[in-house]
Structures are given as C-alpha cells and as structure tokens.
C-alpha cells in the first residue's frame, strides 16, 4: 500500500498570504496525484489532477507541483474561502489518501 | 449540474446489514466509472470501492472485501453499496463519486449518508 503523508498537519495563515502544503508518497506515484479541499460539513472537492492540472472552475490561485514522492499544493494568496481542509490522493497503485492538511486562519 | 444523491444510511447493530443508494443525474450515468468513499467521524477520507460503467469491473479496499458489494444498475442511474458483517470500524459518512479513469480522481461527490455501527 502507498502510504501518503500531508504535512504540516495544521497551518495558520492570514487572508493574502500564501500557503504551501505538502504531501509525500511512501514509493513513486509518477505524476498520479490528485487534491481535494474539504470544508465542514461539506462533500471534497476536486482541485488538482495529474499533480499539476487544475479541475474545471478552479480559480488559478490554486496550483500543483512534483512527481514521484514529493508533491506541493500552493495557494498564491488565501481568500477567507480557501480556509479548509486539504487531501492529496494517490491512483498508481489502489487508491489512498493522505491525513489531510487544515488550514486555518491566523 | 452533476447531481449525486445518496440514502439508506443509518443505525445498525454489529454484524447487521445495510444497502445505501445513490442517485445520479445530470449525466450520461453509464459512461463513468462510480465509487465509495467514508469518512469516520472527525477523520480522513478512506476509498471504498470503485465500479466500472458497465459493472464489469469491480474493486474494494481489503478491509471491505467478502463484506461489502458494489453494484450499478445503469437503467435507473443508479449505484449502490450493499454492507453485510458490519463492524464498529465502519462507522462513517460514506459519499458516492463519479470516477474520473484520466486521472483518477473523483470530481463529483454526493453529500454524503451516514452509517452508524453501534449496539
């Protein structure tokens, strides 16, 4: 089983500044990764696809990078509705996610 | 829009059963893979399985296999999610999702029904 751990668990953040979180995979993914954000109560919400593609609607403040193990979700400058929870999802081998980033306002 | 509806959720005993339905709309149903997703309360999201779109291809996380059956029926737009032996450890919000084979994410999700096991 791949294993994919999102770091730092917890990040606090003020509106304009920008995020970066981080997720790695326990063996090559290749470009196979994907991220969704999460806020409560709610369904996920695609965001990234193939590592660096933006789904359909998503504003371009959000961007993918990496391959193989290390992967990056940066958010250019935070909106109050980027405040959320953050999951990166592996394809190549089964299907998993990791534990999920909360990003939370400072 | 996509819309993806499900039900069946609920209160059940250990080792009971329960079938949840998801309702799809606004698609070509039969074109897309669909699958399962939990989440635990106060958890992280957890695949459960997934089914081809014409049902001939199905897969499960190991710790749903022999227990848990994914099935579609295309007429009606609709997948379910029949869950026999249920354990504490199932305990979840389970969302349906269409599958994206591309790139293997799921980029609609329904709301989500939740299974509670518990006696």
């Known amino acids: 089983e791949i294993v994919l751990t999102q770091s730092p668990a917890t990040l606090s953040l003020s509106p304009g500044e920008r995020a970066t979180l981080s997720c790695r995979a326990s063996q090559s993914v290749s470009s196979s990764l994907v991220w969704y954000q999460q806020k409560p109560g709610q369904a996920p919400r695609l965001l990234i696809y193939d590592a660096s593609n933006r789904a359909a609607g998503i504003p371009d403040r959000f961007s993918g990078s990496g391959s193989g193990t290390d992967f990056t979700l940066t958010i250019s400058s935070l909106e109050p509705e980027d405040f959320a929870v953050y999951y990166c999802?592996?394809?190549?081998?089964?299907?998993?996610f990791g534990q999920g980033t909360k990003l939370e306002i400072k | 829009e996509v819309q993806l509806v499900e039900s069946g959720g609920g209160l059940v005993q250990p080792g009971g059963s329960l079938r949840l339905s998801c309702a799809a709309s606004?698609?070509?149903?039969?074109?897309?893979?669909m699958g399962w997703v939990r989440q635990a309360p106060g958890k992280g999201l957890e695949w459960v399985a997934n089914i081809k779109h014409d049902g001939s291809e199905k897969y499960y996380v190991d710790s749903v296999k022999g227990r848990f059956t994914i099935s579609r029926d295309n007429p009606k737009s609709s997948v379910y999610l029949q869950m026999n032996s249920l354990r504490d450890g199932d305990t979840a919000v389970y969302y349906c999702?269409?599958?994206?084979?591309?790139?293997?994410?799921?980029?609609?999700w329904g709301q989500g029904t939740l299974v509670t096991v518990s006696s």
């Open positions: 606004k698609f070509t149903f039969s074109n897309y893979w």
């Open positions: 999802q592996q394809r190549n081998n089964w299907y998993t």
């Open positions: 999702a269409r599958w994206i084979v591309a790139h293997g994410g799921f980029d609609y």
